[in-house]
Protein backbone atom coordinates (compact mmCIF):
# COMPACT_ATOMS: atom_id res chain seq x y z
CA UNK A 1 0.00 0.00 0.00
CA UNK A 2 1.23 3.68 -0.90
CA UNK A 3 0.32 7.02 1.35
CA UNK A 4 0.75 10.42 -0.44
CA UNK A 5 1.30 13.09 2.46
CA UNK A 6 1.14 16.60 1.01
CA UNK A 7 4.00 18.71 2.20
CA UNK A 8 2.31 22.21 3.12
CA UNK A 9 -0.51 23.51 1.23
CA UNK A 10 -2.51 22.65 4.16
CA UNK A 11 -1.94 21.90 7.77
CA UNK A 12 -4.24 18.86 7.70
CA UNK A 13 -4.50 17.12 4.22
CA UNK A 14 -7.48 15.56 2.99
CA UNK A 15 -7.38 11.75 3.06
CA UNK A 16 -8.37 9.77 0.58
CA UNK A 17 -9.23 6.13 0.76
CA UNK A 18 -9.30 3.81 -2.69
CA UNK A 19 -10.82 0.77 -1.76
CA UNK A 20 -10.09 -1.98 -4.24
CA UNK A 21 -12.08 -5.49 -4.05
CA UNK A 22 -9.42 -7.53 -2.90
CA UNK A 23 -6.64 -10.67 -3.92
CA UNK A 24 -4.98 -13.54 -2.31
CA UNK A 25 -1.67 -13.43 -1.03
CA UNK A 26 -0.76 -16.10 -2.91
CA UNK A 27 -1.98 -18.36 -5.94
CA UNK A 28 -1.96 -21.47 -3.52
CA UNK A 29 -5.07 -23.54 -1.90
CA UNK A 30 -4.27 -22.03 1.01
CA UNK A 31 -4.24 -18.43 0.44
CA UNK A 32 -7.12 -18.78 -1.20
CA UNK A 33 -9.06 -21.13 1.25
CA UNK A 34 -8.53 -17.73 3.68
CA UNK A 35 -9.17 -15.26 0.43
CA UNK A 36 -12.25 -16.94 -0.11
CA UNK A 37 -13.38 -17.70 3.51
CA UNK A 38 -13.47 -13.85 3.93
CA UNK A 39 -15.20 -13.14 0.64
CA UNK A 40 -17.75 -15.57 0.03
CA UNK A 41 -19.16 -14.80 3.89
CA UNK A 42 -19.67 -11.53 3.47
CA UNK A 43 -23.84 -11.16 3.56
CA UNK A 44 -23.99 -8.62 0.73
CA UNK A 45 -22.05 -11.08 -1.49
CA UNK A 46 -23.73 -14.33 -1.06
CA UNK A 47 -27.06 -12.87 0.22
CA UNK A 48 -28.59 -15.74 1.63
CA UNK A 49 -29.56 -17.00 5.63
CA UNK A 50 -26.44 -17.35 8.15
CA UNK A 51 -26.88 -21.01 8.04
CA UNK A 52 -27.49 -21.34 4.29
CA UNK A 53 -24.38 -19.12 4.14
CA UNK A 54 -22.23 -21.13 6.26
CA UNK A 55 -23.38 -24.64 4.69
CA UNK A 56 -22.92 -23.33 1.19
CA UNK A 57 -19.60 -22.19 1.88
CA UNK A 58 -17.80 -24.46 4.15
CA UNK A 59 -19.78 -27.69 3.12
CA UNK A 60 -18.97 -27.31 -0.94
CA UNK A 61 -17.05 -23.91 -2.10
CA UNK A 62 -14.26 -24.38 0.67
CA UNK A 63 -14.02 -27.73 -0.59
CA UNK A 64 -13.81 -27.51 -4.21
CA UNK A 65 -13.21 -24.02 -5.59
CA UNK A 66 -9.67 -23.26 -4.17
CA UNK A 67 -7.78 -25.40 -5.39
CA UNK A 68 -9.14 -24.24 -8.70
CA UNK A 69 -9.07 -20.88 -8.23
CA UNK A 70 -5.11 -21.44 -6.96
CA UNK A 71 -4.29 -22.40 -10.60
CA UNK A 72 -6.37 -19.85 -12.01
CA UNK A 73 -4.85 -17.04 -10.48
CA UNK A 74 -1.44 -19.17 -11.19
CA UNK A 75 -1.63 -18.11 -14.47
CA UNK A 76 -1.91 -14.53 -14.45
CA UNK A 77 0.61 -14.30 -11.26
CA UNK A 78 3.86 -12.39 -11.75
CA UNK A 79 7.16 -12.03 -10.15
CA UNK A 80 5.81 -9.13 -8.25
CA UNK A 81 2.97 -11.04 -7.39
CA UNK A 82 -1.30 -10.45 -7.74
CA UNK A 83 -1.74 -7.67 -11.02
CA UNK A 84 -4.68 -6.57 -9.12
CA UNK A 85 -2.52 -5.43 -6.09
CA UNK A 86 -0.11 -4.10 -8.68
CA UNK A 87 -1.97 -2.02 -10.56
CA UNK A 88 -4.12 -0.77 -7.59
CA UNK A 89 -0.76 0.42 -5.92
CA UNK A 90 0.48 2.41 -9.26
CA UNK A 91 -2.96 3.92 -9.49
CA UNK A 92 -2.48 4.88 -5.94
CA UNK A 93 0.93 6.46 -6.49
CA UNK A 94 0.01 8.32 -9.72
CA UNK A 95 -3.12 9.52 -8.64
CA UNK A 96 -0.83 10.79 -5.44
CA UNK A 97 1.38 12.92 -7.98
CA UNK A 98 -1.51 14.01 -9.87
CA UNK A 99 -3.68 15.84 -6.99
CA UNK A 100 -0.47 17.39 -5.11
CA UNK A 101 -0.04 19.18 -2.38
CA UNK A 102 -3.16 18.99 0.39
CA UNK A 103 -4.04 15.48 -0.12
CA UNK A 104 -2.95 12.17 1.43
CA UNK A 105 -4.05 8.73 -0.73
CA UNK A 106 -4.57 5.19 0.53
CA UNK A 107 -5.29 1.65 -1.17
CA UNK A 108 -7.12 -0.13 1.42
CA UNK A 109 -8.73 -4.04 0.16
CA UNK A 110 -12.56 -4.73 0.99
CA UNK A 111 -10.72 -8.73 1.45
CA UNK A 112 -7.62 -9.39 2.08
CA UNK A 113 -4.18 -6.91 2.30
CA UNK A 114 -3.66 -4.17 2.55
CA UNK A 115 -6.87 -4.09 5.24
CA UNK A 116 -8.86 -0.93 5.30
CA UNK A 117 -8.53 -0.24 8.54
CA UNK A 118 -4.83 -0.05 8.47
CA UNK A 119 -5.17 2.31 5.19
CA UNK A 120 -7.13 4.52 7.80
CA UNK A 121 -4.66 4.47 10.19
CA UNK A 122 -2.15 5.14 7.86
CA UNK A 123 -4.29 8.50 7.13
CA UNK A 124 -5.03 9.25 10.55
CA UNK A 125 -1.12 9.15 11.13
CA UNK A 126 -0.48 11.70 8.12
CA UNK A 127 -3.23 14.07 10.15
CA UNK A 128 -5.91 13.90 7.91
CA UNK A 129 -9.49 15.13 9.89
CA UNK A 130 -11.64 15.14 6.18
CA UNK A 131 -12.13 11.49 4.20
CA UNK A 132 -12.95 10.51 1.11
CA UNK A 133 -13.71 6.92 0.14
CA UNK A 134 -13.76 6.02 -3.40
CA UNK A 135 -14.63 1.94 -3.93
CA UNK A 136 -13.14 1.82 -6.94
CA UNK A 137 -16.24 -0.18 -8.61
CA UNK A 138 -17.53 2.04 -11.69
CA UNK A 139 -21.20 1.13 -11.14
CA UNK A 140 -23.06 0.82 -7.89
CA UNK A 141 -23.89 -3.10 -6.80
CA UNK A 142 -24.13 -3.94 -3.12
CA UNK A 143 -22.18 -6.93 -3.10
CA UNK A 144 -19.19 -4.69 -4.25
CA UNK A 145 -19.48 -0.69 -3.20
CA UNK A 146 -21.86 -1.47 -0.53
CA UNK A 147 -19.93 -3.84 1.35
CA UNK A 148 -16.99 -2.14 0.68
CA UNK A 149 -18.89 1.23 2.33
CA UNK A 150 -20.50 -0.27 5.11
CA UNK A 151 -16.71 -2.00 5.60
CA UNK A 152 -15.24 1.68 5.65
CA UNK A 153 -17.52 2.57 8.18
CA UNK A 154 -17.47 0.49 10.67
CA UNK A 155 -13.59 0.72 10.88
CA UNK A 156 -14.20 4.57 11.16
CA UNK A 157 -15.84 3.98 14.49
CA UNK A 158 -12.60 3.60 15.82
CA UNK A 159 -11.25 7.17 14.15
CA UNK A 160 -12.67 9.75 15.76
CA UNK A 161 -10.28 12.34 14.16
CA UNK A 162 -11.89 12.00 11.36
CA UNK A 163 -14.50 15.03 11.36
CA UNK A 164 -15.61 15.28 8.12
CA UNK A 165 -16.54 11.97 5.69
CA UNK A 166 -17.43 12.26 1.93
CA UNK A 167 -18.15 9.23 -0.08
CA UNK A 168 -18.09 9.38 -4.26
CA UNK A 169 -20.62 7.50 -5.99
CA UNK A 170 -20.06 5.38 -9.17
CA UNK A 171 -18.50 7.35 -12.36
CA UNK A 172 -19.83 5.05 -14.88
CA UNK A 173 -21.18 8.34 -16.49
CA UNK A 174 -18.27 10.30 -15.93
CA UNK A 175 -16.97 11.67 -19.34
CA UNK A 176 -13.67 11.45 -18.34
CA UNK A 177 -14.26 8.01 -16.95
CA UNK A 178 -15.33 7.54 -20.76
CA UNK A 179 -12.75 9.37 -22.40
CA UNK A 180 -10.02 7.35 -20.56
CA UNK A 181 -11.65 4.19 -21.70
CA UNK A 182 -11.54 5.64 -24.95
CA UNK A 183 -7.96 6.39 -24.93
CA UNK A 184 -7.11 2.72 -23.87
CA UNK A 185 -9.32 0.85 -26.68
CA UNK A 186 -8.38 2.72 -29.80
CA UNK A 187 -5.05 1.88 -29.97
CA UNK A 188 -6.14 -1.64 -29.34
CA UNK A 189 -8.82 -2.00 -31.76
CA UNK A 190 -7.15 -0.45 -34.18
CA UNK A 191 -4.47 -3.17 -33.63
CA UNK A 192 -7.08 -5.97 -33.33
CA UNK A 193 -9.60 -5.19 -36.21
CA UNK A 194 -12.56 -6.61 -34.86
CA UNK A 195 -15.58 -7.31 -36.18
CA UNK A 196 -17.71 -7.15 -33.24
CA UNK A 197 -16.54 -5.53 -29.37
CA UNK A 198 -18.21 -7.01 -26.56
CA UNK A 199 -18.61 -5.01 -23.25
CA UNK A 200 -18.47 -7.65 -20.70
CA UNK A 201 -19.18 -7.04 -16.93
CA UNK A 202 -19.22 -8.52 -13.47
CA UNK A 203 -22.66 -10.15 -13.07
CA UNK A 204 -24.73 -10.64 -9.85
CA UNK A 205 -27.19 -12.59 -8.62
CA UNK A 206 -31.00 -11.59 -10.47
CA UNK A 207 -32.81 -11.63 -7.04
CA UNK A 208 -29.57 -8.60 -6.02
CA UNK A 209 -31.13 -6.86 -8.83
CA UNK A 210 -34.53 -7.42 -7.86
CA UNK A 211 -34.03 -6.02 -3.97
CA UNK A 212 -32.97 -2.45 -5.53
CA UNK A 213 -36.69 -2.01 -7.32
CA UNK A 214 -38.88 -0.86 -3.88
CA UNK A 215 -41.87 -1.39 -6.62
CA UNK A 216 -40.87 -4.50 -7.32
CA UNK A 217 -42.94 -4.17 -10.63
CA UNK A 218 -39.91 -2.65 -13.06
CA UNK A 219 -36.53 -4.96 -12.66
CA UNK A 220 -36.38 -7.60 -15.25
CA UNK A 221 -40.21 -6.82 -15.64
CA UNK A 222 -39.23 -6.67 -19.86
CA UNK A 223 -36.09 -7.07 -21.75
CA UNK A 224 -35.71 -4.03 -22.15
CA UNK A 225 -35.91 -2.78 -19.16
CA UNK A 226 -32.34 -1.92 -18.38
CA UNK A 227 -32.24 0.19 -22.44
CA UNK A 228 -31.95 3.77 -20.37
CA UNK A 229 -31.81 5.07 -16.92
CA UNK A 230 -35.45 6.17 -15.51
CA UNK A 231 -37.13 7.46 -12.56
CA UNK A 232 -37.86 3.30 -12.74
CA UNK A 233 -34.54 1.81 -12.22
CA UNK A 234 -32.67 4.92 -11.24
CA UNK A 235 -34.71 5.71 -7.94
CA UNK A 236 -33.32 8.89 -7.95
CA UNK A 237 -33.41 12.22 -9.36
CA UNK A 238 -30.20 11.97 -11.25
CA UNK A 239 -28.12 8.77 -13.00
CA UNK A 240 -25.56 9.23 -10.57
CA UNK A 241 -27.40 7.96 -7.81
CA UNK A 242 -28.61 5.40 -9.63
CA UNK A 243 -28.87 1.97 -8.02
CA UNK A 244 -30.09 -0.66 -10.93
CA UNK A 245 -26.49 -2.34 -11.45
CA UNK A 246 -27.40 -3.51 -15.00
CA UNK A 247 -29.24 -0.16 -16.23
CA UNK A 248 -25.67 1.78 -14.98
CA UNK A 249 -23.71 -1.56 -16.90
CA UNK A 250 -25.91 -1.08 -20.35
CA UNK A 251 -25.45 3.07 -19.65
CA UNK A 252 -21.81 2.43 -19.37
CA UNK A 253 -21.34 0.42 -23.16
CA UNK A 254 -23.48 3.27 -24.60
CA UNK A 255 -21.06 6.09 -22.77
CA UNK A 256 -17.91 4.26 -24.10
CA UNK A 257 -19.03 3.04 -27.47
CA UNK A 258 -19.89 6.56 -28.14
CA UNK A 259 -16.37 7.77 -27.09
CA UNK A 260 -14.77 5.30 -28.98
CA UNK A 261 -16.62 5.90 -31.60
CA UNK A 262 -18.16 2.47 -32.10
CA UNK A 263 -20.95 2.52 -34.83
CA UNK A 264 -24.36 0.90 -34.00
CA UNK A 265 -25.05 -2.57 -34.33
CA UNK A 266 -20.82 -3.31 -34.30
CA UNK A 267 -21.51 -3.74 -30.14
CA UNK A 268 -23.35 -5.81 -27.20
CA UNK A 269 -23.24 -6.11 -23.77
CA UNK A 270 -22.89 -9.64 -21.24
CA UNK A 271 -22.18 -10.93 -17.97
CA UNK A 272 -19.46 -12.98 -16.56
CA UNK A 273 -17.98 -14.54 -13.41
CA UNK A 274 -21.48 -16.37 -12.50
CA UNK A 275 -21.23 -18.66 -9.12
CA UNK A 276 -23.88 -21.26 -8.14
CA UNK A 277 -26.81 -22.65 -9.62
CA UNK A 278 -29.39 -19.26 -9.22
CA UNK A 279 -30.45 -16.92 -12.00
CA UNK A 280 -27.88 -14.47 -12.53
CA UNK A 281 -27.81 -11.62 -15.08
CA UNK A 282 -27.74 -11.96 -18.92
CA UNK A 283 -27.20 -11.85 -21.29
CA UNK A 284 -23.51 -14.47 -20.33
CA UNK A 285 -20.89 -13.65 -21.83
CA UNK A 286 -20.62 -17.45 -22.25
CA UNK A 287 -24.01 -17.71 -24.64
CA UNK A 288 -23.37 -14.23 -26.18
CA UNK A 289 -19.75 -15.48 -27.50
CA UNK A 290 -21.88 -18.59 -28.80
CA UNK A 291 -24.59 -16.25 -30.39
CA UNK A 292 -21.69 -14.07 -31.88
CA UNK A 293 -20.31 -17.44 -33.24
CA UNK A 294 -23.60 -18.07 -34.92
CA UNK A 295 -23.65 -14.88 -35.97
CA UNK A 296 -20.27 -15.61 -38.15
CA UNK A 297 -18.19 -13.18 -35.81
CA UNK A 298 -14.69 -14.65 -36.45
CA UNK A 299 -12.96 -11.20 -35.05
CA UNK A 300 -13.86 -10.30 -31.31
CA UNK A 301 -12.71 -7.48 -28.96
CA UNK A 302 -13.78 -7.82 -25.46
CA UNK A 303 -13.74 -4.66 -22.46
CA UNK A 304 -14.47 -4.92 -19.15
CA UNK A 305 -15.76 -1.84 -17.84
CA UNK A 306 -16.56 -2.85 -14.41
CA UNK A 307 -12.99 -3.28 -13.51
CA UNK A 308 -10.89 -0.39 -13.34
CA UNK A 309 -7.88 -2.23 -12.89
CA UNK A 310 -6.79 -6.09 -14.38
CA UNK A 311 -7.77 -9.20 -12.40
CA UNK A 312 -8.58 -12.34 -12.04
CA UNK A 313 -11.85 -11.83 -14.23
CA UNK A 314 -10.27 -9.84 -17.11
CA UNK A 315 -6.70 -11.31 -17.82
CA UNK A 316 -7.82 -14.92 -16.85
CA UNK A 317 -11.48 -15.56 -17.28
CA UNK A 318 -11.12 -13.41 -20.45
CA UNK A 319 -7.89 -13.28 -21.76
CA UNK A 320 -7.13 -17.01 -21.49
CA UNK A 321 -10.56 -18.88 -20.66
CA UNK A 322 -12.66 -17.07 -23.14
CA UNK A 323 -10.09 -16.81 -25.66
CA UNK A 324 -9.64 -20.58 -25.88
CA UNK A 325 -13.07 -20.97 -25.90
CA UNK A 326 -13.63 -18.97 -28.81
CA UNK A 327 -11.26 -20.43 -30.97
CA UNK A 328 -12.48 -23.83 -29.86
CA UNK A 329 -15.79 -22.69 -31.77
CA UNK A 330 -13.80 -21.57 -34.87
CA UNK A 331 -13.35 -18.02 -33.94
CA UNK A 332 -10.27 -16.32 -35.49
CA UNK A 333 -9.14 -14.59 -32.25
CA UNK A 334 -10.62 -12.83 -29.04
CA UNK A 335 -8.59 -10.08 -27.73
CA UNK A 336 -8.49 -8.62 -24.31
CA UNK A 337 -8.78 -4.80 -24.33
CA UNK A 338 -6.14 -3.94 -21.48
CA UNK A 339 -8.28 -2.21 -18.30
CA UNK A 340 -7.63 1.64 -17.13
CA UNK A 341 -4.71 0.33 -14.46
CA UNK A 342 -3.07 3.36 -14.36
CA UNK A 343 -3.33 4.95 -18.12
CA UNK A 344 -2.56 9.15 -17.49
CA UNK A 345 -6.08 9.75 -18.77
CA UNK A 346 -7.74 7.45 -16.30
CA UNK A 347 -5.67 9.38 -13.63
CA UNK A 348 -6.55 12.56 -14.94
CA UNK A 349 -10.22 11.67 -14.76
CA UNK A 350 -9.58 9.95 -11.02
CA UNK A 351 -7.92 13.49 -9.90
CA UNK A 352 -10.64 15.50 -11.32
CA UNK A 353 -13.67 13.33 -9.66
CA UNK A 354 -11.53 13.25 -5.88
CA UNK A 355 -10.85 17.19 -6.54
CA UNK A 356 -14.93 17.96 -7.19
CA UNK A 357 -15.49 15.93 -4.33
CA UNK A 358 -13.20 17.34 -1.87
CA UNK A 359 -14.34 20.84 -2.20
CA UNK A 360 -18.02 19.37 -1.87
CA UNK A 361 -16.47 18.05 1.67
CA UNK A 362 -15.02 21.41 2.79
CA UNK A 363 -14.83 25.03 0.82
CA UNK A 364 -11.35 25.31 1.52
CA UNK A 365 -10.27 22.25 -0.25
CA UNK A 366 -7.33 22.26 -2.28
CA UNK A 367 -8.01 21.69 -5.99
CA UNK A 368 -6.39 19.08 -7.90
CA UNK A 369 -2.87 20.15 -8.82
CA UNK A 370 -1.25 18.14 -11.45
CA UNK A 371 1.54 21.27 -12.06
CA UNK A 372 1.83 21.93 -8.39
CA UNK A 373 5.63 22.50 -7.39
CA UNK A 374 5.04 20.78 -4.08
CA UNK A 375 3.67 17.17 -5.05
CA UNK A 376 2.77 14.49 -2.54
CA UNK A 377 5.52 12.04 -2.11
CA UNK A 378 4.35 8.40 -1.96
CA UNK A 379 5.39 6.43 1.53
CA UNK A 380 5.71 2.81 1.04
CA UNK A 381 3.47 1.26 3.92
CA UNK A 382 3.15 -2.91 4.81
Given at each position: MSLARAPSMSTTPIGVLLVQLGTPDAPTPPALRRYLGEFLSDPRVIDLPAPLRWLLLHGVILRRRPRASAEAY?????????????????????????????????????????????????????????LLVWPLFPQYA???????????????????????????GPCFDDPGFADAWAAVARPALETARPEHVLFSYHGIPE??????????????????????????????????SARC???????????????????????STSFQ???????????????????????????????????????????????LRAREHWRAQGGEELVLVPSLNAHPRWIDAAARLVGAAAHGLDSDAPAASPEASESATPIPIT
Amino acid sequence: MSLARAPSMSTTPIGVLLVQLGTPDAPTPPALRRYLGEFLSDPRVIDLPAPLRWLLLHGVILRRRPRASAEAYAKIWTPSGSPLRIHSDAFTRALARELGAGYAVALGMRYGEPRIDTALAALAGAGATRLLVWPLFPQYAEASSGSALARVFECLRHYASFGRVRALGPCFDDPGFADAWAAVARPALETARPEHVLFSYHGIPERQLRAADPTGRHCLASERCCDELSAQNAHAPSAQSARCYRAQCFATTRALAASIGLSDGSTSTSFQSRLGRARWTGPSTEHELARLRRNGVRRLAVLCPSFVADCLETLEEIGLRAREHWRAQGGEELVLVPSLNAHPRWIDAAARLVGAAAHGLDSDAPAASPEASESATPIPIT
